[in-house]
DNA sequence: GTGAAAGCGCTAACAC
DNA sequence: GTGTTAGCGCTTTCAC
């Protein structure tokens, strides 16, 4: 842990720093003497040797450093993304440079700007918009970058996220199975990826499966929150349209719908049955367990991590972006039931 | 977004790159004539100029590059802290190493050493064990380290944390106020300063609290887990000494202990009481809601970023190390509840 | 197979 | 106030 540099192995080795360079090398080890390497390898094993990752990067043009963006860490969506990536990277002698946007786009871009100011080698973004100028730029500048979690439009970026239709499309099959015959979809917002994939879904599935289009309504929520997702349907029991089920489009907004239902006076799942998205952690410990559908974000993250390696190695000539698509479980618990008999009537014991 | 270099800009503007160097660096700023400042300044901008990192690092020997250990981001504990520290951080010019130790001290140490290769200024660590020998090198190598949520033994190292001690005292005073007079503690592993700290506050805050030896006893979990927490509480439960009360020595230790508790027929509250520890994300949204302390860990990250920060900008002379314990409070919820009338008796609906 | 030398992009000591 | 020069630690041509 000092800070011997490579001149001060090869004098102990007795050779040229370039020499000591090419043994230590991997690559170039086989320019020089088995003996020579040997002697080399133990000088700077012997001394501690560690190299300068910052030199070598300026030397190089190659700096291994990867960023890794998303938009607010403590989303327990994102944790097990990183750590997948993390891993990955690490393991092949990668550093991670991790920032969180806060959701704001400035931030974003200033941050991805000093990134780039480090020279970082690539991204693995998980900020994504549907239309983003931001990626667009990147592209242009010939910055390799892998989505992750979210696509955006125009196929143009290499992906790895879940496959958000199967997942509501198994949600819906599940509600429709249990006798729901009206089902709200409170959509995620509509400028990413996944707000659109699953309200477009949730719309195939429901015609898939028989329902008519006045009974699969989609009210869009203006962020994957909380809050938003209590707003979105205080909406649409406002309307007073008879629904038995809503498919959430993820845990958050489930929680918030939970959270407006049980205000206005409705069970779940007696009156109502509820089916999130992501399967965060502590989700089926609630009351009632959320249904909810299971991503490997770990694997994602892993996966998203190989992917922007093997663009890194691939240095320019790139065939068309691989996009991979997760499969996803939907994990059945106490927020979904049978419809009840007659829809829109409020559970008596709630309203004591 | 492009490879402009100081050379470009110092063209365009018409001066050497020495001069340019100045114009652009605030503290040298002083030394160049207002017009050129201004000239350098405009053509930086119209070409987009990105300093490079790597060769100011290689030159100066200082990277503005922290890194971050924790032992697993998925754990809610850390996220806010990372968060709050990369804000904090990245504000400032500093840019994030991310690493995840995975609970493996060797992994660790390497990860620690390639961070130090990537030339890293400082460290901010959450993974310190109450006696730690990586650390213990950091220091004689004399790099700046600032702990983070635990502390070490031997006080030389700058610390942010949570104030233990005062959330146990919280908890059992809560505890001892409801009616309970024996209580049991499941403490975190004792390698780490929360899980000491913890026991030792418990054991005085039962004294304080007039509660005998025999009535406060002690149970160490291997490790901060649901799985741990469950073993220990059902090590505790098999030994039949009577309690009312339980105080985790955290809230994942907290849920492995309730379900123990359920799976042997008792029910929380109105058999036992139980406490956490950290307030984790929907930890209020449990049945029973969880009872248990919040410690404002945003900000132990944001100070934690502050105080290594000034650490860097002291260039070795330094003071004796900042201690920060930072105010927590007791978020009373319903896992909480008056001693029952005879302690230890099981709760007739749970054996249906 | 190894040594010599140049240079990645930047800053800081030294001239003038 | 600005130009000149050297060099941070490394890799990689180019010699031999």
Not at 15 to 32: E, F, K, M, Y
Not at 103 to 112: F, G, L
Not at 154 to 161: E, I, K, L
């Amino acid at each position: 842990m000092a800070k011997v540099k490579l001149a001060d192995v090869a004098r102990a080795a007795e050779v040229h720093p370039g020499t000591a360079s090419r043994a230590l090398n991997p690559d170039q080890r086989g320019q020089v003497s088995a003996e020579t390497v040997d002697r080399v390898v133990r000088a700077a094993q012997r001394l501690g040797y560690v190299p300068n990752a910052q030199a070598r990067a300026l030397r190089t043009a190659r700096s291994h450093l990867v960023g890794i963006v998303v938009p607010d860490i403590t989303n327990p969506l994102f944790p097990p993304i990183v750590r997948g990536a993390e891993h990955v990277l690490t393991s092949a002698g990668y550093t991670v440079l991790l920032t969180d946007t806060d959701n704001d786009r400035e931030r974003e871009r200033r941050q991805i700007e000093s990134l780039l100011g480090r020279g970082v080698d690539g991204f693995i973004i998980a900020t994504a918009l549907w239309d983003d100028p931001l990626l667009t730029d990147l592209a242009e500048a010939g910055v390799p970058v892998v989505l992750t979690n979210r696509s955006a439009s125009g196929g143009r970026w290499p992906y790895v996220a879940g496959d958000d239709q199967a997942g509501v499309r198994l949600s819906v099959q599940h509600l429709v199975g249990l006798g729901h015959r009206s089902i709200v979809h409170l959509a995620g917002p509509q400028n990413v990826s996944t707000g659109r994939d699953r309200a477009r879904a949730f719309r195939a599935a429901a015609k898939e499966f028989g329902i008519g289009n006045g009974d699969a309504r989609v009210s869009v929520c203006l962020s994957y929150s909380e809050a938003h997702g209590r707003t979105a349907m205080e909406k649409v029991l406002a309307a007073r349209t008879p629904f038995t089920a809503v498919v959430a489009g993820n845990d958050l907004i489930a929680l918030g719908a939970l959270d407006a239902l049980s205000d206005a006076g409705y069970a779940c799942p007696e009156d109502v049955s509820v089916v999130g998205f992501n399967d965060m952690p502590f989700v089926g410990r609630l009351q009632p367990a959320l249904t909810t559908v299971r991503l490997p974000l770990q694997r994602m993250g892993a996966l998203a991590a190989d992917l922007l390696m093997t663009e890194l190695d691939a240095e320019g000539r790139q065939d068309a972006p691989t996009r991979t698509l997760l499969g996803v479980d939907l994990v059945v618990r106490g927020s979904t039931a049978a419809a009840p008999k007659r829809s829109r009537s409020r559970s008596r014991s709630r309203r004591t």
